[in-house]
Antibody, heavy 125, light 106 residues
Framework: QVQLVESGGGVVQPGKSLRLSCAAS????????MHWVRQAPGKGLEWVAV????????YYADSVRGRFTISRDNSKNTMSLQMTSLRAEDTAVYYC??????????????????WGQGIQVTVSS | DIQMTQSPSTLSASVGARVTITCRAS??????LAWYQQKPGKAPKLLIY???TLESGVPSRFSGSGSGTEFTLTISSLQPDDLATYYC????????FGQGTKLEIK
């Protein structure tokens, strides 16, 4: 069965860096795009970033572009999110998620079908 | 960027009731719309994708419909286990979530 396990969260001071990891199992990792989605305390879901199946394309939400970097290692079935210049508003539970693409129209559109349990990141002095 | 607006923000209904949640997109996203269920303290779970396709294992009381910019999630007969917050998400152009609808059981 598909398993996604996040690690690396914790408490960090504003302006500092933190690296999250997501270990995947139960599926052919290098066939699927992988995402990070976050949820601030008491708030809704916010999509953060995606890395395509081969690692060659990456896209970011405006709120994190230039500060966060998503990457993946297909040889180790892992994905990472390097977060720099952290701000109080980055405080959230961060989820990794696997996508599945529908390419029947000639273009591909991917929804998120499996999620990890989430990991807390707190940015506070 | 495509904006997603859900209504209502909170909904209270009795067991057995028919419940409908609406999601509006700021532009045509047809049919690239998914619905997720998030129970308190848990990760989101996929319910429906491509507007109306039920994810495997999801009870048939859940259904999705719509087109263009307006979409709905319907629970035909509300069960106590359906206590959760529901999110729509467009995946026509990148990914955007609605703000969520918290469903309470009367």
């Amino acid at each position: 069965q598909v398993q996604l396990v996040e690690s690396g969260g914790g408490v960090v001071q504003p302006g500092k860096s933190l690296r999250l990891s997501c270990a995947a199992s139960g599926f052919i990792f290098n066939d699927y795009g992988m995402h990070w989605v976050r949820q601030a305390p008491g708030k809704g879901l916010e999509w953060v970033a995606v890395v395509w199946y081969d690692g060659n394309n990456k896209y970011y939400a405006d709120s994190v572009r230039g500060r966060f970097t998503i990457s993946r290692d297909n040889s180790k079935n892992t994905m990472s999110l390097q977060m720099t210049s952290l701000r109080a508003e980055d405080t959230a539970v961060y989820y990794c998620a696997k996508d599945i693409a529908d390419c029947t129209t000639g273009s591909c559109y991917a929804h998120l079908d499996y999620w990890g349990q989430g990991i807390q990141v707190t940015v506070s002095s | 960027d495509i904006q997603m607006t859900q209504s209502p923000s909170t909904l209270s209904a009795s067991v057995g009731a028919r419940v409908t949640i609406t999601c509006r997109a700021s532009q045509n996203i047809n049919p690239w719309l998914a619905w997720y269920q998030q129970k308190p303290g848990k990760a989101p779970k996929l319910l429906i994708y491509k507007t109306s396709t039920l994810e495997s294992g999801v009870p048939s009381r859940f259904s999705g419909s719509g087109s263009g910019t307006e979409f709905t999630l319907t629970i035909s007969s509300l069960q106590p286990d359906d206590l959760a917050t529901y999110y729509c998400q467009q995946y026509h152009a990148h990914w955007t979530f609605g703000q969520g609808t918290k469903l309470e059981i009367k």
